[in-house]
């Protein structure tokens, strides 16, 4: 599945999936976005936060260390984290029980600008 990136003032959400019949995320894919993201920034400059959205996909150990080397990489100049297919799916799932989800998330955006 392609990537998508969505922007918000300095902050970058990018979801990506890697297909593994297993649904975990691909430690070598994961590895190579990683440097890929690690390039963009050099010549387009670091964001202010940056997260990883694995929405059909499962962090395991492996790839958690993968991401919190990274994080610790670049800790005190760019708020990274990353979200896989569980923690995306209770979140969707409880959001779903409003009858409107535009309004919680219009609330995250408010309160994001401060």
Same mark, same amino acid.
């Given at each position: ?14 979801? #990506?999936? &890697? ?13 190579? =976005?990683?440097?890929?993201? /690690? *390039? ?5 400059? #670091?964001? &202010?936060g940056y997260y990883y959205v694995f929405p059909i ?5 492996? =790839?958690?260390?993968?991401? /919190? *080397? ?19 799916q209770r979140l969707i799932q409880n959001l779903s ?18």
């Amino acid at each position: 599945m392609e990537s998508k990136v969505f922007k918000q003032g300095n902050y970058i959400w990018e979801c #990506k999936s &890697s297909y593994d019949p297993s649904g975990e995320i691909n430690l070598t894919y994961l590895k190579s =976005a990683i440097k890929s993201v /690690e *390039k963009r920034w050099e010549r387009e400059g #670091k964001p &202010s936060g940056y997260y990883y959205v694995f929405p059909i996909n499962v962090i395991t150990n492996t =790839a958690r260390q993968e991401l /919190e *080397k990274f994080k610790q990489a670049y800790q005190g100049q760019v708020e990274i984290d990353y979200y896989d297919r569980e923690q995306v799916q209770r979140l969707i799932q409880n959001l779903s029980k409003l009858s409107n989800m535009e309004s919680p998330v219009n609330y995250i955006k408010q309160v994001w600008k401060g």
